[in-house]
């Protein structure tokens, strides 16, 4: 599985890549990006099964990547999930109408996360 | 080959032929079939467990306060007093039985705000947050905790298994 | 987005305090395995009194603005790295600008979760990204200014909310 992580902070992309890691999660790769515009570009040359992406974040936030996603049939299986310090239902709600598979809110464990991308992960292979 | 080994001030004598009894300030790792690890009063302090089910190792650490820098002396003679040396003198001697790291299971289970001292200090608190910052530092995932609250715990941990039974007051629950 | 009737809390600036304690609270404890208590003068005497990092980050949530900026000794910033990265004992030292971007990070994640406290849980906001420079210790005695204790290491939280707060938000 290729996992690309988008958040604008390079240590919490460092903390999640991590995470991983420890995880069972059979990972081929993990990409890395710093606001949606670097992540589209990845998306594009790259073929990744499961994205986790921030919300607030320069260029394109999380919210735009998600929307620009949803319109292009090409990313139909791509399992996403939002990692972000916005938990309001007004997101959630968004996120919902965007495919997203799981919705975690900052700050968090590590067993948290973990057992998120457990959950992703398994989406992402079904 | 079946080992019990205590540690850290434990006495042969306390428990039986199928159970070790851990005080506080204590650990202890065992591979003996049919064996349980127990443990009393853990109220601010934290019990830590571990298990690798291929290996069949099972240990667990009693530990009262976060760091050792504390009290350095009491450190060098009885490091399971501390977090940040018992934890890794569990985790060695559990090596030292086949336990391997990634696949370690680890439970935690205490760090309660009991009245007094310890809880004007957040001791039960201070603990928790030691306990899983080290676990973090080295790579090891919680997989199960029973922690907080304001009652003191006892734990049995059965070596065959790695199950834990965790008794508060009267009531009883299974990690 | 908004209808009828039901009340959000408006972001009022002298309520502050305790939903900005809550939350460094919370990002410390969850996020760092940090403990955070009450602040006293001697702590502050005994800190740095150059290279803190502070770290501003700017809200906007449609109807209020802001800002919150957290203010970290140097020691304390290299415990929190080590927390957060799980950095191992014997690896090398962070560079300096991954500590930099990890203070932002928290400034980030402490703003967020204030918001969310303050406002309600049905409203989203936007967040700058974090600006983060290196400071003389901050001074004791500023108004708007929260002063903690996070692993014995003295923390200092300021924000600033605009005058629109006074608006009360509307929401079916």
Known sequence: MRILIVDDSSMMRSMIKRVVRMTDVPVDEILEAGDGAEALKLLESHDVQLLLTDINMPVMNGADLLRRLAKNDRWRDLTRVIISTDGSTERREEAADLSVCCYLK?????EVLRDVLTHAAEAARA | MNESLQLA???NDRGSSTRLIIGIGELAVSTARGMKITTHAVGSCIAVCLFDPAAHVAGMLHFLLPEASINPGRAATHPAVFADTGIPLLFQKAYSHGLLKQRAIVKLVGGADMVG?????????????????LLWRNGVFIAAEDVGGTDARTVHMSVDDGRLQVMTGRSQKEL | MTSSHTQLKPLAPDAAVAPIRAAVTAVAEQSFYAMVDGCDEKTLEKSPPNAWLVAMIRFDDGHTSGSLACWVPPDLALTMFDSFCGREPGQPLPPAHQIYDLVGEFSNMVCGDWLSRSIGHRQSFELSQPIVVQAP????????RLWVK???RPMAVDWYVNQSFSMLHLEA
């Open chain 1, 106 to 110: 900052k700050p968090f464990s590590p």
């Open chain 2, 9 to 11: 001030g434990t006495s």
């Open chain 2, 117 to 133: 001292a310890t809880a004007a200090f957040s001791t039960g608190k201070r603990n928790l947050l030691a306990a899983r910052n």
């Open chain 3, 137 to 144: 210790r901050p001074a004791n005695n500023i108004s708007r």
């Open chain 3, 150 to 152: 996070v692993n014995e």
